[in-house]
Each structure stands twice: as C-alpha cells, then as structure tokens.
C-alpha cells in the first residue's frame, strides 16, 4: 500500500466516523477540507455520496446550511473555478446549492455562477440551476430577486462586451423571458423590461 493510499484510506476512516454532519459540524469541516486538500473529485465524491445519504433531511434547515452552505464554502474558497464546474456537472450538488440553501439567492457567488454562464451563451447549463431555483421554498429572498440579480450582473457583463451589435442573443432574451414569466414578484416585469430596453 502506497502512503497515497493510505492517506486516502484515512480520510475515508474519518468520513465515516461522521454520519451526520449536524451533529458533529467540525469533524465533518475537517474532514471535507482533509478530501479536498488530497484529492478535489475525491472530494466531491464523498460529498454526493453525504447528499444521498441525507436526501430526505435536505428540507431541514441545519441539514441545508450544514450539507449546502458550508460545504459549499468549502469548495468554493478551495478551488472557486473548479466548484463552478461541479455545479453543473453533479445534479446532487446544483441541487443542494439551488434547491434547498436558504441563502444561495443572495450570496454573490451563487448568484455569478448564473450570471456567468448567461454572460457565456450557456444557456442549457443555466437552465439546469434555474430549474432547481424556481423549486427552492426555504430561500430567504425569492427566486425573483435571485433571477433580477442574476440578470442584471449578465446585463453589465454583455454591455460591457458589446461592440456595437446586439446586446443580448434572441436565445437568452427568450430563456430569460421564460424565466421571467414564471416569476409571481415585481421582479419577472423588471427583468422583461431590461430585455425590451436591450433590442
């Protein structure tokens, strides 16, 4: 067994001996911070594989900060390009990070992650967090603001970009309008103005 190995072996042995991260919140930050510095896919791994284990909990509030917020934190402030790449590749972390977090509609990073795949012409991959979005209930702010803030970061980006042509793709203008209409708060009639303003 090489030291690699073993390392590995531990942090699994340490992983385990956490079940539920609400309960022992520290051991359970040490223990994804141990998988991160050895291994980020590692690392997210055993993160999925927490989010299955605790699927029904995650309209719980503490099992929502504790297996979407902080950890989510973690990997962020470990490696921030490479989080936003988890988020659109694992449906199981989009999934705590847009449909159960109570605070991903305001936290500035969440919000640029959305904001730059619409910037980026991803529109698929938006669609896949909005999807999530729209069914979060438990969020402090709603999924209105969440998408204004959203919308109104892309819309400084791609004015910034623009070089005399059309501001705004027919294809984001009409995700976005989509988007908007399934807002029920002032914010949907913002966000379809802004488009308007744009063409």
């Known amino acids: 067994m090489t030291t690699k190995e073993l390392k590995y072996l531990n942090i699994l042995k340490d992983f385990f001996a956490v079940p539920?991260?609400?309960?022992?919140?520290?051991?359970?930050?040490?223990?994804?911070?141990?998988?991160?510095?050895?291994?980020y896919s590692s690392a997210?791994?055993?993160?999925?594989?927490?989010?299955?284990?605790?699927?029904?909990?995650?309209?719980?509030?503490?099992?929502?900060?504790?297996?979407?917020?902080?950890?989510?934190?973690?990997?962020e402030h470990h490696n921030a390009s490479k989080f936003s790449k988890?988020?659109?590749e694992s449906?199981?972390?989009?999934?705590?990070?847009?449909?159960?977090?109570?605070?991903?509609?305001?936290?500035?990073?969440?919000?640029?992650?959305?904001?730059?795949?619409?910037v980026s012409g991803k529109i698929a991959d938006?669609?896949?967090?909005?999807?999530?979005?729209?069914?979060n209930t438990a969020a402090k702010a709603t999924f209105g603001k969440f998408m204004l803030d959203a919308t109104s970061r892309a819309i400084i980006e791609l004015v910034k970009k623009s070089s005399g042509k059309s501001v705004m793709s027919r294809r984001l203008s009409a995700f976005l309008n989509d988007a908007a209409k399934?807002?029920?708060t002032g914010e949907g009639a913002v966000i379809i103005q802004r488009i308007k303003e744009l063409s």
């Open 20 to 39: 539920d991260a609400v309960k022992n919140e520290s051991g359970w930050r040490k223990v994804m911070q141990s998988a991160l510095t050895f291994d």
């Open 44 to 75: 997210v791994l055993l993160w999925e594989y927490a989010l299955g284990a605790v699927d029904a909990k995650m309209n719980g509030e503490e099992y929502a900060r504790v297996y979407a917020d902080v950890t989510e934190s973690l990997f």
């Open 86 to 88: 988890t988020l659109i």
């Open 91 to 118: 449906v199981p972390v989009r999934t705590a990070v847009y449909r159960y977090s109570r605070t991903a509609f305001t936290r500035p990073e969440t919000v640029g992650y959305l904001s730059a795949l619409l």
């Open 126 to 135: 938006a669609d896949e967090i909005v999807k999530c979005a729209v069914r």
């Open 182 to 184: 399934n807002i029920k």
